[in-house]
């Protein structure tokens, strides 16, 4: 198995870089134009954001993609 298939998002770390940030959910969702549930659903794990919405998470998280994204992901 190479190293790109082993690295995961880890919800946990979405969650606290977005209370990092002083965002509720509802805040993320309305930013972002995404549904408050799709918000949850990154943060408990059961879907995992992709390509465009993980970089708008990202920077509306305030994270600076190259420097700190390791932040949000964990070796499985």
């Known amino acids: 198995m190479d190293n790109l298939t082993e690295i995961k998002l880890d919800p946990r770390k979405l969650q606290k ?17 995404l549904t408050k549930g799709a918000v949850s659903q990154y943060e ?4 995992e954001p ?3 919405t993980l970089l708008r ?10 420097k700190n ?8």
């Open 44 to 47: 408990t794990g059961e879907t």
């Open 50 to 52: 992709k390509g465009n």
């Open 69 to 76: 994204l390791q932040k949000l992901y964990s070796h499985a």
């Open 17 to 33: 870089a977005r209370l990092d940030a002083g965002l509720t959910q509802e805040q993320v969702a309305d930013l972002l134009q």
């Open 57 to 66: 998470l990202m920077i509306a998280y305030r994270i600076v993609p190259r």
